[in-house]
T-cell receptor
Framework: GIQVEQSPPDLILQEGANSTLRCNFS?????LQWFHQNPWGQLINLFY???GTKQNGRLSATTVATERYSLLYISSSQTTDSGVYFC???????FGAGTRLTVKP | GAGVSQSPRYKVAKRGQDVALRCDPI?????LFWYQQALGQGPEFLTY????????KSGLPSDRFFAERPEGSVSTLKIQRTQQEDSAVYLC????????????FGPGTRLTVT
């Protein structure tokens, strides 16, 4: 099956900093999602982004399907951004291992 | 309801007991998925339904795991003779069948087997 790799595994930021999270996948995909898992365990949809670029407030995502990667950008980070960020290849129902983000005040 | 709901939110079972976990998908969503998430890891696929048909159960770890969706709406994941390695969060997600395939997740059921 398809392999999904996320980097970095852990990220610590000061409030206000920007960050880029990466998701690589081993084969072509038709459907990719980014999620934020909050400290209570709820998976929150961030982006459904099989290709192209989308923005929602301080967050944006870009998927380059031909090069088999997707990026999640977080600007002006806040403490409430803390948690684990997952990308998932929806076609294969396969998740990456996640990036654990900690934003310090 | 507005979102995917799951019950119970927490379940403690003694080793050897049977458990049943319930998922109510978003109204109108044809597809329903079950995932297992161990501590510190990403969700792992268990099984997938399209309406009442179980189209993929390749992720079920053993024949002690059984899932059903008899009327194409509510789904139940049953684990028989629970073992300690079954301790995890069980997540349910639903999506439309056609158009975009965005999955929406419930809050999960945390199962602890003692």
């Amino acid at each position: 099956g398809i392999q999904v790799e996320q980097s970095p595994p852990d990220l610590i930021l000061q409030e206000g900093a920007n960050s880029t999270l990466r998701c690589n996948f081993s084969d072509s995909v038709n459907n990719l999602q980014w999620f934020h898992q909050n400290p209570w365990g709820q998976l929150i949809n961030l982006f459904y982004i099989p290709s192209g670029t989308k923005q929602n407030g301080r967050l944006s995502a870009t998927t380059v399907a031909t090069e088999r990667y997707s990026l999640l950008y977080i600007s002006s980070s806040q403490t409430t951004d803390s948690g684990v960020y997952f990308c998932a290849v929806v076609d294969d129902m396969r998740f990456g291992a996640g990036t654990r983000l900690t934003v310090k005040p | 309801g507005a979102g995917v709901s799951q019950s119970p939110r927490y379940k403690v079972a003694k080793r050897g007991q049977d458990v049943a976990l319930r998922c109510d998908p978003i109204s109108g969503h044809v597809s329903l998925f079950w995932y297992q998430q161990a501590l510190g890891q990403g969700p792992e696929f268990l099984t997938y339904f399209q309406n009442e048909a179980q189209l993929d159960k390749s992720g079920l770890p053993s024949d002690r795991f059984f899932a059903e969706r008899p009327e194409g709406s509510v789904s139940t994941l049953k684990i028989q003779r629970t073992q300690q390695e079954d301790s995890a969060v069980y997540l349910c997600a639903s999506s439309f069948l056609t158009g975009d395939y965005e999955q929406y997740f419930g809050p999960g059921t945390r199962l602890t087997v003692t």
